[in-house]
């Protein structure tokens, strides 16, 4: 059956240091994408980015990158240089072939202390 | 473009009642995907619906329910209302509900059931 699990509840740091984000998936189809939403206060899911499962190159977007490896089943979401306005609750999901819909992880709150 | 927009943004409602929630997808988005968020549960797949059809549902029981009409808008019903049914309702839109689109998410409904 299909899971995601970020493990990590809540990470607090201060600004300015970086902080990852895990996040380990589960499915039994070889197609599938994976996603990382960002959720602040406000409730609105943010989308931050989308991979597919053939393509296992990583990628940076500004002080944001992600690191796809399939051997270990880990799309893990790196932030550099933390500032105040990361501070979110961030959701790391899944989306198979054989189900049209969205498997979310449970989420990873993240504080960023001036 | 403007976003996906939901209404009510905040709800009351007692045990027993039923509720409407409505969502506008994004111009040109056919499908709609709605979530539950709760504390214990974490986020959680409704239903979708694509040219007025359901086309996928999720685990939850037939209080629950939805429609699309032509403009692509969607609503979801629930009839008497308990109160674990206090969450957030997210909804969703891709444009054709393909497991490789990204889903883009409006700002929820708040419901609080009394």
């Known amino acids: 059956a299909q899971k995601v699990t970020q493990a990590q509840t809540e990470i607090s740091v201060v600004e300015k240091e970086d902080v990852t984000l895990d996040c380990v998936y589960e499915?039994?189809?070889?197609?599938?994408?994976l996603f990382w939403y960002k959720q602040p206060p406000s409730g609105e899911l943010v989308f931050l980015i989308r991979?597919?499962?053939?393509?296992?190159q990583n990628e940076i977007s500004g002080r944001y990158s992600w690191n796809f490896q399939k051997s270990t089943s880990s799309f893990n979401f790196t932030i550099t240089a933390s500032q105040v306005v990361d501070s979110a609750v961030y959701f790391c999901?899944?989306?198979?072939?054989?189900?049209?819909?969205?498997?979310f992880g449970s989420g990873t709150r993240l504080q960023v202390q001036p | 473009k403007a976003g996906v927009t939901q209404t009510p943004r905040y709800l009351i409602k007692t045990r027993g009642q039923q509720v409407t929630l409505s969502c506008s997808p994004i111009?040109?988005?056919?499908?709609v995907s709605w979530y539950q968020q709760t504390p214990g549960q974490g986020l959680q797949f409704l239903f979708e619906?694509?040219?007025?059809?359901?086309?996928n549902k999720g685990n939850f029981p037939g209080r629950f329910s939805g429609r699309q009409f032509s403009n692509s808008r969607s609503e979801m019903n629930v009839s008497t209302l308990e109160l674990g049914d206090s969450a957030l309702y997210l909804c969703?839109?891709?444009?054709?509900?393909?497991?490789?689109?990204?889903?883009?998410f409006g700002p929820g409904t708040r419901l609080l059931v009394l």
């Open positions: 999901a899944l989306s198979e072939a054989s189900r049209r819909a969205l498997t």
């Open positions: 969703a839109s891709s444009l054709g509900g393909s497991f490789q689109e990204t889903q883009y």
């Open positions: 499915t039994r189809d070889t197609t599938y994408y």
């Open positions: 111009s040109g988005h056919r499908s």
């Open positions: 619906y694509f040219s007025e059809t359901q086309r």
């Open positions: 991979r597919n499962s053939f393509d296992e």
